[in-house]
């Protein structure tokens, strides 16, 4: 690559990047630099205690000069840490003075839902300027809930983990916007931090889902919702009913994409490697390591809990699962699914039948030789979409 080719990649791909970004960053490598350490210092002790040498005062941690070190360590990361997030924060209006058009461009918004889903839980606690805020989304720009255009139907469309609102659009093909021509609904979309736990996106989105329809009489709502978007929906119903609030009932159709209803094995395999990590003493330390999946990560290994598990009474809820099956058999059933999501689960079904979803036979869907994704973007989906939304 030639020199003039390299300056003219440069600023091709930094412009996708805000100011607040470099201070995120920064927080995240502080974070991680000290998380790092601990990790190493857990491997030290653990190597002691076989040795037979005292312990320190704290589980994991070391004593004497050794402590001293690893203290003195995460104590200089931190404080150059702050000193970077300060002076990037004092930088930042100079630099959003000459901020790109295309800042918030897809390419920025798939970048940050993937680092949402992992450690978004993470992000928010921390205040990170990488976290995303929920919010409701029109062409992939946030409205205010206050100002949602007046329409007889709402389709409000809710992606799942590691994904934001402008990931509907796949392969050219976006199911709110294929469904507001040919329904004449009006789509609006859910942006959300995947990596909080499941429960407080719930309550927060009952909320936002007040605001912008609770006093709005004679409009109704319909949801279509992708894999963990499905779980957040539910849990919604549940928080808005729990408090009292009014939107839920315009609400008159669920469809669920995809939806892992009684969990995702991806999740629960990732938590067999927590605990044999956990199990053995040199190998202890690192089981922190696995713990680096987002509480919404997490949240995915059984589903919903007891409490939210039925369907959300009053409201016709539909499903479609997927399979990478060309047909149905016991085998594929159980062990492909659509890649990510088991067809049982996808569809609701729970070995023990009093925690299994009531879905009515004529609300339920199976797409043959389809992934987790292409649920999106495949045309028969489309088409069983508008029969059952019509």
């Known amino acids: 690559m030639s020199t003039k080719t390299k300056q003219q990649s440069k600023p091709s791909a930094l412009r996708h990047l805000r100011a607040s970004d470099l201070r995120g960053a920064a927080r995240l490598a502080t974070e991680g630099t000290q998380g790092l350490t601990r990790v190493v210092e ?4 653990s190597v002691w205690r076989r040795l037979g040498a005292p312990a320190g005062e704290v589980p994991g941690r070391a004593r004497g000069l050794t402590g001293l070190a690893y203290r003195t360590v995460h104590g200089l990361t931190g404080l150059v840490g702050a000193g970077v997030e300060r002076s990037l924060s004092l930088l930042e209006p100079l630099i ?29 606690a921390s205040a990170n ?22 329409a007889p139907r709402h389709l409000l ?14 392969e050219g093909h976006d ?3 294929a469904l507001a021509a040919s329904l004449g609904i009006a789509p609006v979309y859910l942006r959300y931090n995947t990596g909080r736990p499941i429960a407080e996106n719930g309550r927060e989105l009952a909320l936002l889902l007040e605001q912008a329809l609770g006093t709005r009489a004679g409009e109704q709502l319909d949801v279509l919702a992708h894999s963990m978007g499905g779980l957040l929906i539910r849990h919604a119903v549940h ?5 009292g609030l009014h939107w839920p009932d315009r609400l008159q159709r669920i469809v669920f994409l995809g939806t892992p209803h009684q969990g995702a094995p991806l999740e629960k395999a990732g938590n067999w490697v927590e605990l044999l990590l956990g199990s053995m003493s040199y190998t202890a330390p690192l089981a922190k390591l696995a713990k680096v999946r987002s509480a919404g990560i997490t949240d995915l290994r059984h589903g919903l809990d007891a409490q939210v598990q039925p369907l959300p009474e009053g409201i016709a809820c539909f499903s479609y699962a997927a399979t990478l099956a060309a047909r149905r058999g016991a085998l594929a059933d159980r062990l492909l699914g659509d890649g990510l999501v088991p067809l049982a ?13 009531a879905f009515a036979k004529e609300r339920q869907a199976i797409g043959y030789s389809m992934g987790h994704l292409e649920l999106l973007s ?13």
């Open 42 to 45: 857990g491997m030290h002790q």
């Open 96 to 124: 959003e003075s000459g901020q790109p058009v295309d800042a918030d461009s897809p390419e920025r918004a798939a970048v940050l839902a993937a680092l949402n889903g992992v450690i978004g839980d993470r992000l928010a």
């Open 129 to 150: 300027p990488l976290a995303t805020r929920m919010s409701l989304r029109r062409a992939g720009a946030a409205i205010d809930p206050d100002a949602l255009s007046a």
């Open 157 to 170: 469309l809710i992606h799942g983990l590691c994904m934001n609102d402008l990931q509907w659009r796949r």
């Open 175 to 177: 199911h709110g916007v």
């Open 239 to 243: 928080s808005a009913r729990q408090l």
């Open 345 to 357: 689960s996808a569809l609701g079904q729970h070995a023990d039948p009093e925690l299994g979803l």
């Open 378 to 390: 495949r045309p028969e989906v489309t088409v069983q979409l508008q029969e059952w939304l019509a």
